[in-house]
């Protein structure tokens, strides 16, 4: 530019750039609210394949129903056999079906983060006024919410057909909110250890896989050693090594708050006391793997 | 049938970088309970083996499996870099051979020892506990790295379905019907570990000779079945 100026002196008084009418958009600027809201929404459908192809939809719509089913049947024999009480407990529903909600978690959280980062699509995202907390957010509420749906639905399920079954209204709503309550617990805790170990890897295979290892291999592990402290009879340290997976973890928490009956080996599970414990665990992963996560896309890349 | 580079490139792609890390964490796992039990409890033969029954036999090296199997083909397949090795002069059955081999050794190598460390560990190879569940270990990791290389070939979700092969059959489904018990690669290898150990402490409800042959039968149709899908492999886009 500057060679073509020292070659015609006037040339810049002479050049000006032409109007030629396009139209600046003077629309409603949505902003960053509605775009969090948008990426939540988005997230929330494609855990369950909804807005993806066919073939995605397939195994969240089965683990869904693999999740209902075992409920529906409850419910056909309580009714059928007049007993009056449901065979399980509300609160009980969820650990007993912890591989299926293990395997939806491992499924949906890599899809969810993996492949924003594997096609670098990141940058995308932060082009447009979002923060990285409104990313962390939007993602880590989708994850739990779509987790909340799976460990819920169950739960109407068998409440409805309780009360259609005509059993005591206080004593299943009382059982029905504080199942309420653990699945709420459970789902932001999972989602939030999901979400973490998958925003770890671009690779959608090595992510499903992380999410399955922590959660049935420390449950695994956690159970086997509580079985072996029962046969030696120390029972007292039962209750700590449920500190050490998920799952056991909610076990405890519900077992010390709302009044569920422990899976522990002898039914050993927490007191109040030793509750708190657990309380401050679950509340310090939650925190934590938001922080990580907000750690993590502090660098869009990898 | 075998090709040292294939096989260099495969060992990069299954231990590279953090991929490894999971890898170390199971093992590790198993020998720190090993090690806390042996100390708090002292050895005891029957604990010995529930924990390497119940910990590395079902839930590790299956787990170990699908992380070497498919790692070894899944993640090529997925990005498309898989065509830069088949328009290499090496035929397909080679490839897959290679891959095999790869994921026998890996899934060997991180199962099969840490089960030896954790049973001496626990009671010194009392009853021939440790011996025999190395012996399953070695033989379900050749088996189930043949399948899940398969799977890697077969399905882009071929990771999840490998888990929930692991976990649901084997695990939920096994413990609940007795006839998928047949069907379960960790009964065929716990047929072998069952005649090696001190009778009643490990059982299986598979017959030595038809654990034996299915365990053949499944690697060898499994191996050629991958070749078969590589040689008309389809690169199909992203979802």
């Known amino acids: 530019m500057s060679t073509q100026k020292a070659q015609h002196p006037q040339a810049p008084a002479a050049t000006r750039i032409h109007n030629i009418g396009y139209r600046n958009y003077d629309g409603p600027r949505l902003g960053r609210a509605y775009e969090r809201r948008a990426l939540f929404s988005q997230s929330l459908r494609g855990a369950y394949g909804l807005g993806r192809s066919a073939k995605s939809k397939v195994l969240p719509m089965i683990l869904f129903a693999v999740m209902c089913l075992p409920a529906a049947i409850m419910v056909a024999v309580a009714v059928a056999t007049k007993s009056g009480k449901l065979p399980v407990e509300y609160t009980a529903y969820a650990i007993m079906t912890q591989p299926i909600i293990g395997l939806f978690l491992a499924s949906q959280a890599p899809q969810s983060v993996s492949r924003d980062l594997r096609f670098k699509t990141m940058s995308l995202y932060f082009s447009r006024p979002i923060e990285r907390s409104d990313y962390a957010l939007a993602k880590y509420g989708a994850m739990a919410s779509a987790l909340f749906i799976l460990t819920a639905a169950p739960l109407v399920v068998l409440y409805v057909g309780s009360l259609l079954a005509e059993m005591d209204f206080t004593d299943q709503t009382k059982g029905f909110a504080q199942g309420m309550v653990s699945v709420t617990v459970l789902s932001v805790l999972f989602g939030g250890i999901g979400l973490v170990l998958a925003a770890l890897t671009p690779r959608r295979g090595f992510g499903v896989a992380a999410v399955i290892a922590t959660l049935t291999i420390s449950y695994a592990a956690v159970s086997l050693i509580q079985e072996i402290a029962r046969a030696n009879d120390s029972e007292g340290v039962i209750q700590w090594f449920g500190l050490f997976s998920p799952a056991s973890l909610i076990d405890g928490f519900q077992t010390a708050f709302l009044g569920a009956s422990s899976a522990f080996p002898g039914g050993a599970g927490p007191d109040v006391g030793v509750g708190v414990v657990y309380l401050l665990a679950v509340s310090g992963l939650i925190v934590g793997s938001y922080a990580v996560l907000m750690l993590r896309y502090r660098k869009v890349g990898l | ?239």
């Open chain 2, 1 to 239: 049938m075998y090709n040292p580079t294939v096989a260099r490139l495969t060992y990069r792609a299954v231990l590279g970088r953090r991929r490894a890390a999971i890898l170390f964490i199971l093992p590790a796992l198993l020998l720190l309970i090993a090690t806390s039990v042996r100390i708090f409890v002292g050895p005891d033969d029957q604990i010995a083996a529930d924990l390497l029954g119940g910990f590395a036999i079902a839930a590790m090296v299956p787990l170990i499996g699908v992380i070497a199997g498919t790692g070894a083909i899944a993640p090529e397949i997925d990005d498309g870099s898989i065509v830069y090795l088949l328009a290499k002069p090496v035929k397909r059955s080679t490839i897959i051979f290679t891959k095999l081999i790869v994921a026998i050794a890996v899934t060997m190598a991180f199962s099969a020892i840490p089960t030896l460390i954790a049973g001496f560990i626990l009671n010194g190879n009392g009853q021939q506990v440790a011996i025999a569940y190395t012996v399953a270990a070695l033989v379900a990791s050749i088996a189930y790295s043949a399948l899940f290389l398969l799977l890697g070939t077969v399905s882009r979700h071929a990771v999840v379905i490998g888990l929930i092969y692991a976990l649901v059959w084997e695990a939920l489904f096994g413990s609940l019907v007795p006839g998928a018990r047949t069907l379960s690669v960790q009964q065929w290898s716990l047929a072998l570990a069952e005649k090696i150990a001190t009778e009643g402490l490990i059982g299986s409800d598979v017959g030595l000779p038809l654990a034996v042959s299915l365990l053949l039968g499944v690697t060898v149709v499994a191996t050629w079945y991958a070749g078969q899908k590589l040689r008309v492999l389809k690169l199909a886009g992203e979802e």
